[in-house]
């Protein structure tokens, strides 16, 4: 079985345990759960589903992956038992609802409005591609640490055995040549997984504090590390434009 088909395989059975009420963190998810310690507005929600990624990993033909920090802040009223997400996913695997792009959805913005998470990735992607029309459905998101918090106030360490079997293995099979990883935390990641000395990318950026390596990956990938100071997110309009030459997109 390939590494994405597993990953797929994997969390169908673990969300849908999660749904039947069994919310206890399973044995071979620990390592991954215990490298995170946040206190406060950083402490983990366990009364919330995981959401380990969102977007369509089988059969994504234009794919723009993304890697983040974690879900970010849990929504009770959509993730907890009898939440809106929560009754879609008694109906339907977890990979089949990621793929539907639930934060973009009525349901979503009816109740909060837009997602500026994934709109501003959503517009990245575009802007990255010169392409207006590319489909939000096939964004790919994958977290650095699966579980929500309202922040992130510890550092964020996970087993470099974990990232390979839950991020980049799986990562290595879509067809894209780029996977930008967005925060700080990103940056510590490629030594932990052996990977070879970066470079830091020589662009003029219009955010000062903004800068970004890139390394290759085992699968011929190249993963493009981006932080700015107090900010995890994707570069505006102008970064991206720049970010976009130095990549030989343009």
Not at 184 to 194: D, I, Y
Request: charged fraction near 20%; aromatic fraction near 14%; glycine fraction near 10%.
């Amino acid at each position: 079985m390939s590494a994405l088909s597993e990953l797929v395989g994997f969390w169908d059975g673990e969300i849908a345990r999660w749904i039947a009420g069994d919310t206890a963190v399973s044995h071979r998810l620990q390592p991954w759960f215990r490298s995170y310690t946040g206190k406060g507005r950083g402490e983990v929600r366990l009364d919330v589903f995981p959401e380990p990624y969102t977007g369509r990993l089988i059969g994504n033909r234009s794919p723009v992956v993304m890697l983040g920090l974690n879900p970010g802040a849990a929504v009770p009223e959509f993730q907890a038992p009898g939440g809106v997400f929560f009754e879609q996913l008694c109906s339907m695997p977890y990979s089949e609802w990621a793929a539907t792009v639930p934060y973009a959805s009525d349901a979503w913005e009816s109740h909060a409005g837009r997602n500026r998470f994934y709109q501003s990735r959503f517009a990245f992607a575009r802007r990255l591609l010169s392409d207006a029309t590319w489909p939000e459905a096939d964004g790919v998101f994958f977290e650095l640490y699966p579980y929500h918090s309202s922040g992130v106030t510890a550092a964020m360490t996970p087993p470099a055995d974990v990232l390979r079997e839950f991020v980049l293995d799986p990562i290595g099979e879509l067809d894209t040549q780029y996977v930008f990883a967005f925060g700080k935390p990103w940056f510590s990641v490629p030594a932990r997984l052996g990977l070879r000395a970066g470079h830091e990318l020589d662009v003029e950026w219009s955010v000062s504090s903004r800068r970004a390596q890139i390394f290759a990956l085992p699968s011929g990938q190249d993963l493009v590390v981006m932080a700015q100071s107090g900010y995890a997110g994707p570069p505006g309009d102008a970064d991206t434009e720049a970010l976009a030459r130095a990549l030989g997109l343009r």
